[in-house]
Structures are given as structure tokens and as C-alpha cells.
């Protein structure tokens, strides 16, 4: 299976507290996507991380890219109760249009 | 609104029968993409078409059947030769390779 791996399978917190879940992948990329997905619903894309950007923010996430360990972390500062989801990372294997996503991290933020 | 309608969200259907479900964009994308998810894992690409009447298999192609004879569809069938169907069912789409894919918000198959 070319299917990436991602833990914690499941992350607990407390609204305020930081959230990190980390992705790893097998192939050559040129970009790495974060998606949510909300219980019972399709995937909603949240950042996108090209294979020469190290770090990138968008609001409170922010996502890194170490491509010679193949991983990537998302952090999610000042969790919300409204950040309860599935959080989904996906690569495109070099030269195809082949998106292929990882494992999925579970979190619940409690209020 | 532009967006992808996958139908319908809930289906159920008696082992042995073939069965079809329906995925349509509006968003003039090329490239469009069916996912299995089974409960508390990830996406497992079933199939894929870059263009019109153009498709590949991803990593569970088998019992699986797609067409893309419109640039806005792209139907997917669950024939009875898979094993286990029932499932989570994704439509996506994107309009250009390594752009973010756009999600329908499923159909939940259920076979008995």
C-alpha cells in the first residue's frame, strides 16, 4: 500500500491547548495537503506545503516539511471545540495525478 | 455555487447486486477521483480520470467499475464481485495536478 502514515491515531485536548499530528509518506512529492474532515462529511483542504517550503502559517496552523525524512507535522494553536475533526494529510505522486492520503489523525478538542 | 453533488447520501442495497453511485461537478474541473473510506481509516483511491473518457485504476480497483463519457460526471459502480462494499464513498475533483481536491460530501453504501 503507498497509503501515508499519521499519529497519533487519536488526540485528546483541552480547548486553548496546542494540537500536533504528524504525517509520513513513501514516494518523491511536490506538495504536501492538510485536509479536515467533519464526522459523516467529504474532506475540506486546509494548507498546501510545496516540497521546497519548510514551514508555512495560515492562521492558527502551521504546518512543516522535512522531505529527506519524508514527514510533516500540523499544529493547531489555541485548540477550539470547533476544531473536533478527522485531520487527513495527502500527497500527489511525482508525474501523476495520484493523491494519496494518509492514515488520519482524530482529534477532539473538549470545551 | 459551484461544488460536487454526490447522491444519494445514504444507500442500501442486497448482496449480489450491482449498484450505482452518482457524482457531478460543476466547478469545469478535469480531473476527478473516487475514495473508499472505511470507519476510523483513511482514503484508499479506488479510481481516477485526468480527462474525458480517460481513467486508471488506484489501489482497490478490483470490483469496481467508473465511465467518463461527460466532463461533469463521473459515476462509480460497485459490481457484486466486491467482496466487501459496504463503506464510505468519496467523490473529488480538482482542475489542475497538485492543486487541493474538492469533496462531495459522500454516499454511505450499505450491502446486506
Known amino acids: 500500500s503507498q497509503q501515508g502514515e499519521e499519529d497519533p491515531q487519536a488526540l485528546s485536548i483541552q480547548e486553548g491547548e496546542n494540537a500536533t499530528m504528524n504525517c509520513s509518506y513513501k514516494t518523491s512529492i511536490n506538495n504536501l495537503q492538510w485536509y479536515r474532515q467533519n464526522s459523516g462529511r467529504g474532506l475540506v483542504h486546509l494548507i498546501l506545503?510545496?516540497?521546497?517550503?519548510r514551514e508555512k502559517h495560515s492562521g492558527r496552523l502551521r504546518v512543516t516539511l522535512d522531505t529527506s525524512k519524508k514527514s510533516s507535522s500540523l499544529l493547531i494553536t489555541a485548540s477550539r471545540a470547533a476544531d473536533t475533526a478527522s485531520y487527513f494529510c495527502?500527497?500527489?505522486?511525482?508525474?501523476?495525478?495520484?493523491?494519496?492520503f494518509g492514515t488520519g489523525t482524530r482529534l477532539k478538542v473538549l470545551a | 455555487d459551484g461544488g460536487i453533488t454526490q447522491s444519494p447520501k445514504y444507500l442500501f442495497r442486497k448482496e449480489g447486486q450491482n449498484v450505482t453511485l452518482s457524482c457531478e461537478q460543476n466547478?469545469?474541473?478535469?480531473?476527478m477521483y473516487w475514495y473508499r473510506q472505511d470507519p476510523g481509516q483513511g482514503l484508499r483511491l479506488i479510481y481516477y480520470s485526468q480527462i474525458v473518457n480517460d481513467f486508471q485504476k488506484g489501489d482497490i480497483a478490483e470490483g469496481y467499475s467508473v465511465s467518463r463519457e461527460k466532463k461533469e460526471s463521473f459515476p462509480l459502480t460497485v459490481t457484486s464481485a466486491q467482496k466487501n462494499p459496504t463503506a464510505f464513498y468519496l467523490c473529488?475533483?480538482?482542475?489542475?495536478?497538485?492543486?487541493?481536491?474538492?469533496f462531495g460530501n459522500g454516499t454511505r453504501l450499505t450491502v446486506t
Open positions: 466547478l469545469n474541473h478535469d480531473a
Open positions: 473529488a475533483s480538482t482542475g489542475a495536478v497538485n492543486s487541493p481536491l474538492h
Open positions: 506545503i510545496r516540497s521546497n517550503e
Open positions: 495527502a500527497t500527489v505522486t511525482s508525474g501523476t495525478y495520484k493523491y494519496i
